[in-house]
């Protein structure tokens, strides 16, 4: 008998004592929990969902100039890759679960404890226009903790749509949103919420994109937005095609001096306008491809270009006026004798002065220098859209 008793004794403390086993069995008991209800014990209670996002990095910010490797073509994710942002994030997601609450010390003091998030209750927090197919979040384990507190963390890539608008590259700022909401539930039932957003210090850094500010909205529409401040790295357009283009300008002014006698000038200033030609087209592949403003760049290589042409017909027509043969002017300034002598009769003199190979040359010389005074006008505007550029745009503009 007392032997027995012993045995009672000496089992009653392990039998008493519950461990992790039988707290999951006792909260998740699907006679007890479901995961279909909202965790509020009292239903016209709202679910707070806290966001905390960090954006570890940049991976990409991809207009459809850009080109990038598809990688699958089956996974739709990577088909529409065009105009997206791509990062690197982490989202820390906490909320209450009024149904996961124990007493530590009835088991063994475990006060928290980690779990597959299939099992319980989650929110469905959306990215709205992701573009990874899936549109929702995944979370990897949950962690609950005895007062009911769950937190669970999503890290990894996310996609999202991101339209640029080019018009000051490559010194443009380009502002992505990000919308995150839930798609089920009213704003009133779960309240999603994006408590802190923060870059983080030690990110690598994107070769051609800063990640300058991130922003948080509040909408009238039950989602929040936050906003990506982006900023282009300017120096490798800079120094790969603004640094010749300037070189190509110093010859287009200098093709002027070349002397018509020459002949040269015309074939030096076409070869002018094919380097100009061969740095177009390997802009082409850097500049996004979008119509909805022209970038900067572009205008700054066509107004050089145009500078190109005019320093090539002006030499066309200097070589015209210096070289022309007695024939030709002959047969031109009779037909405009007959005009001439109606409208004015002093022209007369004019020209002989055309007719004088002296006259001919001033107007040549003329000419060109009218032709040179253009093209660095040219040169001056295309260097101030520049610089414009550089001035105007001096970070995102958000919008109301
Ligand atoms: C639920 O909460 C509301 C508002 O807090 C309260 O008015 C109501 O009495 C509560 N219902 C129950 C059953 O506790
Ligand atoms: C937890 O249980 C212990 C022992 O039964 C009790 O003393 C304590 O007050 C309980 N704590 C809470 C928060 O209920």
């Given at each position: 008998m007392n032997f027995n008793l012993l045995i009672i004794f000496w089992c009653i403390p392990s039998t008493l004592s519950l461990n992790e086993v039988d707290l999951r069995r006792s909260l998740l008991d699907p006679a007890v929990y479901d995961k279909f209800v909202r965790p509020r014990i009292?239903?016209?209670?709202?679910?707070?969902?806290?966001?905390?996002?960090?954006?570890?990095?940049?991976?990409?910010?991809?207009?459809?100039?850009?080109?990038?490797?598809?990688?699958?073509?089956?996974?739709?994710?990577?088909?529409?890759?065009?105009?997206?942002?791509?990062?690197?994030?982490?989202?820390?997601?906490?909320?209450?679960?009024e149904f996961l609450t124990w007493n530590a010390s009835h088991y063994e003091g475990v006060d928290s404890f980690v779990m597959d998030p299939s099992f319980l209750w989650t929110p469905d927090v959306t990215i709205f226009g992701r573009m990874e197919g899936n549109q929702g979040v995944d979370f990897s384990?949950?962690?609950?903790?005895?007062?009911?507190?769950?937190?669970?963390?999503?890290?990894?890539?996310?996609?999202?749509?991101?339209?640029?608008?080019?018009?000051?590259?490559?010194?443009?700022?380009?502002?992505?949103?990000v919308k995150v909401g839930s798609q089920i539930y009213s704003s009133l039932d779960v309240f999603i919420e994006i408590t802190s957003v923060k870059i983080d210090k030690e990110q690598e850094g994107n070769p051609t994109w800063d990640l300058v500010d991130i922003k948080l909205r509040n909408t009238s529409y039950g989602y929040q937005e936050v906003f990506f401040c982006l900023r282009r790295k300017p120096l490798y357009l800079t120094?790969?095609?603004?640094?010749?283009?300037?070189?190509?300008?110093?010859?287009?002014?200098?093709?002027?001096?070349?002397?018509?006698?020459?002949?040269?000038?015309?074939?030096?200033?076409?070869?002018?306008?094919?380097?100009?030609?061969?740095?177009?087209?390997?802009?082409?592949?850097?500049?996004?491809?979008?119509?909805?403003?022209?970038?900067?760049?572009?205008?700054?290589?066509?107004?050089?270009?145009?500078?190109?042409?005019?320093?090539?017909?002006?030499?066309?027509?200097?070589?015209?006026?210096?070289?022309k043969t007695d024939q030709s002017p002959q047969s031109t300034v009779t037909k405009v004798k007959d005009v001439a002598m109606v409208l004015d009769k002093n022209d007369k003199t004019d020209r002989k002065v055309m007719k004088n190979p002296n006259g001919r040359l001033r107007s040549g010389?003329?000419?060109?220098?009218?032709?040179?005074?253009?093209?660095?006008?040219?040169?001056?505007?295309?260097?101030?859209?520049?610089?414009?550029?550089?001035?105007?745009?001096?970070?995102?503009?958000?919008?109301?």
């Open positions: 009292n239903a016209s209670h709202i679910v707070n969902v806290r966001i905390e996002l960090t954006s570890v990095n940049v991976i990409s910010l991809a207009s459809s100039g850009n080109r990038i490797p598809r990688q699958d073509w089956k996974d739709p994710g990577w088909k529409e890759r065009e105009s997206s942002f791509s990062q690197a994030c982490i989202l820390l997601l906490n909320w209450d679960d384990r949950v962690q609950v903790q005895s007062n009911g507190s769950v937190s669970t963390l999503f890290s990894g890539l996310l996609t999202t749509h991101c339209s640029s608008n080019p018009a000051y590259f490559p010194f443009d700022y380009q502002l992505c949103t120094v790969l095609y603004m640094a010749p283009t300037t070189m190509l300008a110093v010859l287009v002014l200098i093709s002027y001096v070349i002397p018509s006698e020459a002949g040269e000038k015309i074939s030096f200033g076409m070869s002018l306008f094919l380097s100009f030609m061969v740095c177009l087209l390997q802009l082409i592949g850097h500049l996004p491809q979008v119509s909805t403003s022209v970038p900067a760049l572009e205008i700054y290589y066509m107004l050089h270009m145009v500078s190109g042409v005019i320093s090539v017909v002006v030499s066309s027509f200097t070589a015209y006026v210096i070289h010389i003329f000419l060109n220098r009218f032709g040179f005074f253009v093209s660095f006008l040219l040169i001056l505007t295309a260097n101030s859209v520049m610089i414009n550029a550089t001035l105007v745009s001096t970070g995102c503009i958000y919008p109301e």
